[in-house]
């Protein structure tokens, strides 16, 4: 499979060789992660690469979003890195299916936890890392198996999009969310 590495600066790296102009033929292509990418590698990604922006529809908000935190130092203490990983689940009642997805999740030790009570400015500067493959049978997650997979620039784009469209939550909702808890 064709491997590219994804640089901390936000550029792509395939074969030793920045990727320079348009990065579409590399969406299929297997991902790296290099030294000290962090999720503002990720958005840098879109300030380098501006085409790949029209991937998802949530990136120009999270654009927005990214640009408006400090340069430095957006962190919390409840998670050593983010992982992102992919699950793949058969599900056979009422209707039998195949789900796949992918979640971005935060570690702490060996707990993964949502990232839904934190901003941008307490994940962009966290490390990130790229997990393994779940695969769950007809929703029994006590003997759920675990792989190595690989990730494309697509699924990588896409998922992180996603998942942040649903777990990041504006600084004044946040402070009504720590209250609840």
């Excluded at 792509?12 to 320079?20: F, S």
């Excluded at 991902?31 to 990136?59: K, P, Q, W």
């Excluded at 957006?74 to 299916?97: N, Q």
């Excluded at 007809?138 to 942040?164: K, N, P």
Aim: charged content about 25%; aromatic content about 12%.
């Amino acid at each position: 499979m064709n491997a590219i590495t994804l640089q901390s600066d936000g550029r792509i790296e395939h074969e030793g060789t920045i990727v320079c102009g348009a990065p579409l033929n590399f969406l299929s292509a297997q991902i790296r992660l290099g030294t000290a990418y962090c999720l503002r590698s990720y958005f840098a990604m879109f300030e380098v690469y501006g085409m790949l922006v029209d991937l998802n529809e949530f990136i120009p908000t999270q654009l927005t979003q990214y640009r408006q935190c400090t340069a430095k130092d957006c962190l919390c203490d409840a998670f050593s890195h983010l992982e992102f990983t992919k699950t793949v689940e058969m599900i056979g009642f009422p209707e039998k299916r195949l789900e796949i997805y992918t979640a971005i999740k935060g570690v702490c030790g060996d707990k993964r936890l949502e990232i839904k009570p934190y901003g941008f400015e307490s994940l962009l500067d966290l490390p990130v890392k790229l997990g393994g493959l779940k695969h769950l049978v007809f929703g029994d997650r006590v003997d759920a198996f675990e792989f190595d997979t690989v990730f494309t620039l697509f699924e990588f784009i896409d998922g992180i999009a996603w998942e942040l469209s649903f777990h990041v939550m504006p600084e004044h909702c946040q402070i009504g969310f720590a209250q609840k808890e």
